[in-house]
């Protein structure tokens, strides 16, 4: 009867896990072995934009390796404090002046982009919302000039949550809002932005089976964000598997970052990993030029020559878009078609 108190420990829920995210440089070093000499520099750039890593991500960070391709992803590094292009800004992409109403970021005809949360359950040095002035008010805590603002537009047909990570919300907020947006008739899907059944699987639960597989009108379409096939573990893949149980269209986005996944060996099986995990590769973005974030750059050609590669060893459903997003275009610009 030894093993019995073991036997019923429950699993943390992803509440906890959230919560208990390692958010400081030192102890992010010693979990994962690595030199302590990056101490500073990681705590001078964490000082800008937080250090955040949830437990199931740091387990699959090999310990001892300063180039693994998932610590790179989360790890604070001196480079982000070097001088930048002039490229390189704050708001590369514009979204403050696309916002159409508070936390609505409108930049194409047919879908309008929610900023549910500024919150992420995980903290990714090249995110292009870095900067993204969240408190000031662009993410809705309440959201009725944003809903007021779709009931008038029938153009939109479908609305994006993003972020912030919009699962990061408490399932009852989540249900609240999808009904509200069920109730706007020229709506037809609900898409979901988010990292949250890479970060922290659990996150994939009855809670929220309920409010997503309970959807009575629209189509639900979740995008979540891999940069790297071993992001993708057993616990990620049964977390997608239950998406997909409910009938959600499983997309994937990545964006192409120097030291991660600039290789076409990689990405190519980046598709194999998320097609066996019932996830189409949806886009390859081009880095945005964000204001620290510039070591992680690929220039186009290489970026061009890739998508190449890719196009002739994978079929062509499992090929990526290559995309760029250009302030004031009408959609993200496609490269490499
Ligand atoms: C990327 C993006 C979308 C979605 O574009 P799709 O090509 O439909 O995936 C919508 N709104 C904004 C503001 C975006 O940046
Ligand atoms: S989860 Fe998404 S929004 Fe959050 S930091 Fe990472 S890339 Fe940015």
Same mark, same amino acid.
């Given at each position: 009867?030894?093993?019995?108190?073991?036997?019923?420990?429950?699993?943390?829920?992803?509440?906890?896990?959230?919560?208990?995210?390692?958010?400081?440089?030192?102890?992010?070093?010693?979990?994962?072995?690595?030199?302590?000499?990056? #101490?500073?520099?990681?705590? *001078?750039?964490?000082?800008?934009?937080?250090?955040?890593?949830?437990?199931?991500?740091?387990?699959?960070?090999?310990?001892?390796?300063?180039?693994?391709? #998932?610590l790179?992803?989360?790890?604070? +590094?001196?480079?982000?404090?070097?001088?930048?292009?002039?490229?390189? @800004?704050?708001?590369?992409?514009?979204?403050?002046?696309?916002?159409?109403?508070?936390?609505?970021? @409108?930049?194409?005809?047919s @879908?309008?982009?929610?900023?549910? !949360?500024?919150?992420?359950?995980?903290?990714?040095?090249?995110c292009?919302?870095?900067?993204?002035?969240?408190?000031?008010?662009?993410?809705?805590?309440?959201?009725?000039?944003?809903?007021?603002?779709?009931?008038?537009?029938?153009?939109?047909?479908?609305?994006?949550?993003?972020?912030?990570?919009?699962?990061?919300?408490?399932?009852a907020?989540?249900?609240? +809002?999808?009904?509200? +947006?069920?109730?706007?008739?020229?709506?037809?899907?609900?898409?979901?932005?988010?990292?949250?059944?890479?970060?922290?699987?659990?996150?994939?639960?009855?809670?929220?089976?309920?409010w997503?597989?309970?959807?009575?009108?629209?189509?639900?379409?979740?995008?979540?964000?891999?940069?790297?096939?071993?992001?993708?573990?057993?616990?990620?893949? *049964?977390?997608?598997?239950?998406?997909?149980?409910?009938?959600? !269209?499983?997309?994937?986005?990545?964006?192409?970052?120097?030291?991660?996944?600039?290789?076409?060996?990689? #990405?190519?099986?980046?598709?194999?990993?998320?097609?066996?995990?019932?996830?189409?590769?949806?886009?390859?973005?081009?880095?945005?030029?964000?204001?620290?974030?510039?070591?992680?750059?690929?220039?186009?050609?290489?970026? @061009?020559?890739?998508?190449? !590669?890719?196009?002739?060893?994978?079929?062509?459903?499992?090929v990526?878009?290559?995309?760029?997003?250009?302030?004031g275009?009408?959609?993200? !610009?496609?490269?490499?078609?």
């Amino acid at each position: 009867m030894i093993a019995r108190s073991a036997a019923v420990r429950r699993r943390p829920l992803w509440q906890e896990i959230l919560a208990a995210a390692v958010t400081d440089p030192e102890r992010l070093l010693a979990r994962l072995e690595l030199d302590p000499a990056l #101490l500073p520099a990681a705590r *001078a750039a964490a000082a800008r934009f937080p250090l955040r890593v949830p437990e199931p991500w740091l387990a699959r960070i090999r310990p001892g390796d300063p180039r693994d391709p #998932l610590l790179l992803q989360v790890l604070p +590094l001196g480079a982000e404090r070097a001088p930048q292009p002039p490229r390189f @800004r704050p708001d590369p992409l514009g979204e403050r002046a696309a916002l159409a109403a508070r936390g609505l970021v @409108r930049k194409y005809r047919s @879908r309008a982009l929610l900023v549910a !949360t500024g919150a992420c359950a995980i903290h990714c040095r090249y995110c292009f919302r870095r900067h993204f002035p969240y408190g000031e008010g662009a993410c809705g805590a309440r959201w009725e000039e944003a809903l007021a603002w779709l009931a008038r537009h029938p153009e939109v047909d479908e609305v994006i949550l993003s972020g912030g990570d919009p699962l990061t919300l408490p399932d009852a907020t989540l249900a609240v +809002l999808a009904d509200a +947006l069920e109730a706007v008739p020229h709506l037809r899907r609900l898409r979901v932005h988010t990292r949250l059944p890479v970060a922290i699987p659990a996150r994939v639960d009855e809670g929220l089976a309920a409010w997503l597989g309970g959807l009575r009108r629209l189509q639900a379409v979740v995008v979540v964000h891999v940069n790297h096939p071993r992001e993708i573990d057993e616990e990620v893949a *049964a977390a997608l598997a239950r998406l997909r149980a409910l009938g959600v !269209t499983l997309l994937n986005q990545s964006v192409l970052l120097r030291g991660v996944n600039d290789d076409a060996g990689i #990405l190519a099986a980046l598709s194999g990993r998320l097609f066996e995990s019932g996830v189409l590769p949806y886009y390859l973005h081009l880095l945005d030029p964000v204001e620290g974030a510039a070591h992680f750059e690929v220039p186009e050609a290489e970026a @061009r020559a890739l998508h190449r !590669t890719l196009a002739a060893v994978l079929p062509g459903y499992l090929v990526p878009r290559l995309a760029r997003e250009e302030p004031g275009a009408p959609a993200k !610009t496609l490269l490499g078609e």
